[in-house]
């Protein structure tokens, strides 16, 4: 059993950076890929990133990449996501989630446990 729960969202203006913790408990989360998602008003939850087990492979969505970076701290149970130039179309609830498996999936399917969210709001 794993749980997860995030923490760093709030309100920012366009152009402006916030750094999202996940921090983990179980003895399983090291084992397992993280990755976070994010879900906007009205819409599907999105794929935003993964991380394998042992931190190798980091990857944000072409969409992203340049802005947002994750990271983890296995010896702190810790994932997180840096976010930079934050803009209004990145207002969502952001999810981190631990996988099945060491290697990170883009698939919502692919995570077994998830956290409960944390709000993003960016404005003009």
């Known amino acids: 059993q794993v749980q997860l729960v995030e923490s760093g969202g709030g309100s920012v203006q366009a152009g402006g950076s916030l750094t999202l913790s996940c921090a983990a408990s179980g003895r399983t989360f090291s084992d397992r890929a993280a990755g976070w998602f994010r879900q906007a008003p009205g819409q599907e939850r999105e794929f935003v990133g993964g991380?394998?087990?042992?931190?190798?492979?980091?990857y944000c969505v072409d969409a992203l990449r340049g802005r947002f970076a994750i990271s983890r701290d296995n010896a702190k149970n810790m994932v997180y996501l840096q976010m930079n130039n934050l803009q209004p179309e990145d207002t969502a609830v952001y999810y981190c989630?631990?996988?099945?498996?060491?290697?990170?999936?883009?698939?919502?399917?692919?995570?077994?446990?998830w956290g409960q969210g944390t709000q993003v709001t960016v404005s003009l």
């Open positions: 989630a631990a996988g099945r498996f060491a290697i990170w999936g883009l698939a919502a399917t692919d995570y077994t446990y």
């Open positions: 991380i394998n087990s042992n931190g190798d492979n980091a």
